[in-house]
């Protein structure tokens, strides 16, 4: 049993950063892959990004490639998340997901594939 609580988010400008970080809870989080997605309001959850549990890859859909980076910490049973030159559209609600093991890469854009999420946290970037 794994539980995420994700923090960091807040009210920025464009061009602006902000770091998000997803705590786990749990003895196996080590063992599990992580990803973050995001839901702007009227809109799906949207894959953002994905770090494998067991050599750390990293994955990043093609709209924040560059410019969002993924990583976690084991010991700390933490996952962060930084958001470098936001833009107005990053806006929404940001959730961190994990599922044990691996996943491929086609399934890990998917929400259902994840087993447990946190309650997400709010990112409002203004033009």
């Known amino acids: 049993q794994v539980q995420l609580v994700e923090s960091g988010g807040g009210l920025v400008q464009a061009g602006d950063s902000l770091r998000l970080s997803c705590a786990a809870s749990?003895?196996?989080?080590?063992?599990?892959?992580v990803a973050w997605f995001r839901q702007a309001p009227g809109k799906g959850r949207e894959f953002v990004a994905h770090?494998?549990?067991?050599?750390?890859?990293?994955y990043y859909t093609n709209s924040v490639k560059g410019r969002f980076t993924i990583s976690r910490n084991n010991a700390e049973k933490t996952v962060w998340l930084q958001m470098n030159s936001l833009r107005p559209d990053d806006t929404g609600v940001y959730y961190c997901a994990a599922i044990y093991g691996s996943i491929t890469p086609a399934s890990m854009r998917l929400p259902s594939p994840y087993n447990y999420w946190g309650q997400g946290t709010q990112v409002t970037v203004s033009s």
């Open positions: 749990g003895a196996t989080f080590s063992r599990h892959s």
């Open positions: 770090i494998n549990w067991y050599y750390n890859a990293t």
